[in-house]
């Protein structure tokens, strides 16, 4: 597998260089993350779509995270970055003004370093997900009421990004 290419960036998320993922993750360097928040329905009946981390995966292997998230190569925009990770991921193809933009975070440790700008999408429920098994073990949907039970009573199913990703989420989504 080859290693992919990310920018490395400053505090200001200004690019400064750019350098392989593995030597970007083993020094703890800032780089770039998207992340979709899947949801269908409206009230009691509204979901989210959790995805369950493959058992290959080299961090939080089947662990659940957010309904599509993924680095951002170097060159590549958020947008132009989240729009190849909903292919890659969930084998959806969507133009980005399908996403609504909830904002960015700041890097820290939770997200891995990672500069995360969050994004929403609201499914219709024709879409057809054809998820990579080496990357998505299962997507599932589960009321948002329940999936916010089982972030409180068992934090560590969730990686530490989805987790404040979703904070987040909650904290800057208009209403």
């Known amino acids: 597998m080859a290693d992919d290419i990310f920018d490395v960036v400053n505090e200001n998320d200004e690019v400064v260089s ?11 360097l800032l780089h770039r993350s998207a992340h979709v928040l899947m949801f269908a329905g409206v009230g009691a009946d509204r979901k989210i779509l959790l995805q369950k ?14 309904s599509c998230s993924g680095h951002i190569d170097s060159g590549e925009t958020y947008d132009e970055g989240v729009v190849r990770e909903m292919a890659e991921e969930t084998g959806l193809k969507v133009d980005v003004s399908r996403l ?3 904002g960015k975070i700041s890097a820290r440790r939770e997200t ?5 700008f969050v994004y929403e999408m609201e499914c219709r429920g024709d ?16 009321a ?29 989504r208009p209403e």
């Open 18 to 28: 750019s350098a392989p993922r593995s030597h970007v993750h083993a020094n703890r």
């Open 53 to 66: 981390r493959s058992m290959d995966k080299d961090t939080y292997p089947g662990v659940y995270t957010t």
């Open 100 to 102: 609504k933009k909830i």
């Open 112 to 116: 891995g370093n990672e500069f995360t």
């Open 127 to 142: 879409e057809k997900f054809t998820p990579p098994p080496d990357e998505v073990e299962s997507l599932e949907w589960v």
């Open 144 to 172: 948002v009421s329940e999936f916010e039970r089982m972030v409180k009573d068992a934090p560590k199913k969730f990686t530490p990004a989805f987790r404040c990703v979703y904070e987040f989420y909650k904290s800057n």
